[in-house]
Every structure is written in structure tokens, then in C-alpha cells.
Nanobody, 112 residues
């Protein structure tokens, strides 16, 4: 079993930056592909960024050049650095591992 706990969400002004963390537990965590998804009110959950099984990264077109996913296996943690935020980035952000396990989500609100 893998448990994921996100942190780092909050309120930020347009153009600002925010960093999210996802701490994973369970012996399988470091062997699973990991990624970040988000769900805005009234919309479906969508991919933001993820590591593929080969270790490369994939980003949604809407966040390319602004968001960066990274991972520290020694800390069992996946990060999402978000820069140049816009109100359209407002959503609950979820961490995913192996396509099966989800965190509880963390709210990101971009507003002036």
C-alpha cells in the first residue's frame, strides 16, 4: 500500500509562484511512476505533469515552461514548482503514484 500526502497549496497572486510537495510512504513508492493532476470546479481531473516509466517528464501544454516536476527518491518526495501562475491554474492539485494511488489533494488559488 502506498500513501501520499500533499502540502504547499495556498493563495497566491497572479504571476506568483508556489511549490507543492508530495510525500510518499510504502516500500513500493520509489518504483512507481508519479505525477501531479488537478481538478478545477466543474471540470474533470487533468494531468499537469508526470514522470514516465522511462524517467522522462510530460507536461500539459497549458503549464509547459511554467511548471517543473522533480523527485527526490531519498526523501520519497515528488515536487511541483509552479511559476507565473494565472487564475486558470486555480484547482485542487493531486499527487498520483502508479496510476492507482492518490493523495487527498491540496488547494491552489490564484487571485488578486
Amino acid at each position: 500500500q502506498v500513501q501520499l500526502v500533499e502540502s504547499g497549496g495556498g493563495l497566491v497572486q497572479p504571476g506568483g509562484s508556489l511549490g507543492l510537495s508530495c510525500a510518499g510512504s510504502g516500500t513500493a513508492f520509489n518504483f512507481l511512476t508519479t505525477g501531479w493532476y488537478r481538478q478545477a470546479p466543474g471540470k474533470q481531473r487533468e494531468l499537469v505533469a508526470r514522470f514516465s516509466s522511462g524517467g522522462s517528464t510530460n507536461y500539459a501544454d497549458s503549464v509547459k515552461g511554467r511548471f517543473t516536476i522533480s523527485r527526490d527518491n531519498a526523501k520519497n518526495t515528488v515536487y511541483l514548482q509552479m511559476n507565473s501562475l494565472t487564475p486558470e491554474d486555480t484547482a485542487v492539485y493531486y499527487c498520483n503514484a502508479g496510476g492507482l494511488f492518490w493523495g487527498q489533494g491540496t488547494q491552489v488559488t490564484v487571485s488578486s
